[in-house]
């Protein structure tokens, strides 16, 4: 009779420790060849794969070491201690959850613009560039220039995810996934999907265009990966809903179904184009609706800026698990406004993720970010008289890290440090060279070099904290990428400032 496979525990997937096999070993390496080993050492991992093994071993030869304490002193692993160093910390890597990677060198342009025109004045002649038809070459030059940089950047920031706008173009944006992982930056890719332009009419594609383009994307990345990663992954990027047609958001929400595969927009960032969505859409009741009727709102759905939503918006937003990415330099710099994240945080509880918005926003920077949401809300508590409008460096960090994965959908891998997630890391050195933060000896939580026996002598464990906090203010407050000395992304080391007159400890074992 069969079985319910359902009512089944495979045995083999039990969890395991890390045990060390100790004995005769007898195996034929090929058809011909039978090899018996006497005292063999075997180790096996948590994942049951075999990653040490040594042959007939001889406690005579090894100082009269047990197999076990052969072992250990055999396994190598770098030891990397900096627990004595007060002005040097971890925190988990940045996530970026807007920024437009093509619109790099219009860093600082535009002040004074207001969205509709600074996007014909600037930002569509930039973005149209990367879609050369007379030279492919030439275009995939300009291309590699702006994207190298863009993403050597922002890694140097500390920014180890990001969620990128790219173009029209399919070719570029191809190229701009092959470079993250070339650089080793996590990163979704956004191939920008505009078929109705009306204002700057060389700077489209037709709907077919775009269902070709996106399928090319979408099997390039799948192809690039290395096995069992998904360190790129394609995002489906509707624009902003004014130049996409009812037919394209419709086949873009399909398409994120069907593959399931994440979304990004923009949504309320100006008054004006709030009205011109509700005169292109006079059917819905208001923006968040459009996209909504479109079935472009999920929980894997970034929605950038979100400035002027209405309390039915913020209702369907919440209701539909999205995540809002805050933008808080762009909107200053575009003078688009000041957003409530402290109601969206905690009376709404959307996800609020952070967004350099380059190149809205002037700086690549999350740190930098992390600044000017906190003053930003300042300024907002100042207009509406109300303290709670205040931003936390809780708030704004948590924005810049978990809330970023949880944005990103990867919440349970990315974001903070714990057990099963990914090495995705920075380390901060507050006397980094050329340091712009003054640390004074009595601000630090305990005496460089001292052991932690020592500390706890002078300062209590709260006091210790309060001293960490405050130099955690310092940092945010008046550091930048000068004290982001290195960054690891998915456990690997891929930015490093310490080369030389450095003194990490390294300690084989
Ligand atoms: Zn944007």
Redesign the pocket.
Known sequence: MPTNSSLIEPKAINEISYTLYYGTFIHTPSLKELDISFNTIVGVNNLGVIDFIHKNYNPDHHNNMSPVQFFIKNRHFDFIDYSQEPTKFFVPGFIDT?I?ASQFPNIGIGLDCPLLDWLNNYTFPLENEFTNSNSTDSKLKFAKDIYSQVIEKTLNNGTTCASY?TTIDPQTTNLFAELLLRFGQRGFVGKVCMDHNETYADYSETFEECIDSMNAIINHLHNLNPQDEILVKPIITPRFAPVCTRDLLFFLGQLSKSHNLPIQT?ISENEKEIELVHDLFPDCEDYASVYNKHNLLGESTIL??AIHLTKKERKIIKQKNCSISH?PT?NTFISSGEAPIKKYLYEDEINVSLGT?VS?GFDSSILAIIKHCILVSHHLAMKTKNQKDKLSINDALFMATQGGAQAVGMADQIGTFELGKKFDVQLIDLKSEDSNVDVFDWQLPFKEHHTSIENHKSLSKDEQSKKMFDLLGKWIFSGDDRNCVKVWCNGRLVVNKVRYNHDDRWVMC
């Open positions: 807007h437009h706008f923009h950038a800026h933008c762009s918005d809205g």
